[in-house]
């Protein structure tokens, strides 16, 4: 069968910003695809106001997938997301991030988890694959430890990164999609995820890990990251506000968080990368509360003087 000129059954969403290598390495990844739960699908990224507009060949990957690139002024990845969701020609959609590595058999789990629940939002497990990197694998463990408490069953899970997941398209843009209101990363997943919840469709969480995260991270990278999801998580509150309907993150997240890290911990054998990894998660505790802050106070400025927001 000739894919490329096949129906298009499902679009890849990546939005992108300043990261050309990484990006071609995730497309790399994607032309890996088995394909055995559908026949063709095309990748649309978005170039958010990149510094260099995001130059492809889409011959490269010609015999794979249909690749579209679009350009806009930088938005955020939310409105990114958007924007190439609003392009796509297939009735599913799939989102992933430029410094991702999808496996082969990434999409096929997704179709086939959609085909047996079409009104389901459903996404994949990740894992860090720079482990020699401190920050990054702390970064891992953050996730591993948010997955773990809310979606303690996969069936009926809470919460999915944006970075890895897939639903159809016509829920997507039901829901209008990813809240445009949250400039930055942080938060704008969370509160997808709340939303598909509140409109009584399920999410699933398929354990086993499609998708390679190599995101390389400094120190000063880490506390950066940490910091606007702190920013996100007040902006994510308030939305839930003016909702009139809040899903926290499942009860008891914070209770829980130090014998949950623990466990995590436990099993590493070098003590050196214990106290590291256990000295990123008090960094990422302490950045995320001065960003949620920030943005209160910021609020508060704004508010009381709008000339200088």
Request: with cysteine.
């Amino acid at each position: 069968m000739d894919r490329k000129h096949s129906p298009i059954e499902i679009s890849v969403i990546i939005p992108t910003f300043r990261r050309p290598a990484a990006l071609r390495q995730c497309l790399d990844a994607l032309a890996l695809q088995t394909m055995q739960c559908f026949s063709s699908f095309e990748v649309i990224v978005v170039d958010d106001g990149s510094p260099e507009p995001v130059e492809l060949d889409p011959h490269r990957w010609d015999n794979h997938f249909i690749l579209s690139v679009i350009c806009q002024k930088n938005a955020g990845p939310a409105a990114a997301r958007n924007r190439g969701a609003e392009a796509a020609s297939g009735m599913l959609l799939a989102f992933t991030d430029d410094d991702c590595l999808p496996g082969p058999g990434w999409l096929d789990a997704l179709v086939s988890a959609l085909q047996e629940t079409p009104e389901a939002l459903v996404g994949t497990a990740t894992w860090n694959g720079i482990p020699e990197n401190l920050f990054s694998a702390a970064s891992q463990l953050i996730i591993d430890i948010v997955y773990d408490h809310n979606n303690q069953h996969p069936d009926d899970a809470h919460f999915l990164a944006s970075n890895n997941f897939a639903c159809a398209r016509r829920y997507f843009l039901e829901m209008r999609g990813f809240d445009e209101s949250f400039p930055r990363p942080g938060a704008e997943d969370r509160d997808y995820c709340d939303r598909w919840r509140i409109s009584g469709r399920k999410i699933r969480f398929l354990p086993h890990p499609y998708v390679e995260h190599r995101h390389f991270q400094t120190l000063e990278k880490y506390l950066d990251l940490h910091f606007r999801y702190g920013r996100g998580a007040y902006l994510y509150q308030i939305k839930g506000n003016e909702r009139g309907v809040f899903l926290p993150m499942h009860p008891g997240f914070y209770e829980n968080l130090v014998p949950t890290a623990l466990a995590h911990l436990a099993p590493l054998e070098n003590p050196q990368r214990q106290a590291g990894l256990a000295l990123a998660l008090i960094l990422w505790q302490l950045a995320n509360t001065v960003g949620y802050f920030t943005e209160v106070f910021s609020r508060l400025v704004s508010r009381h003087n709008p000339q200088s927001g």
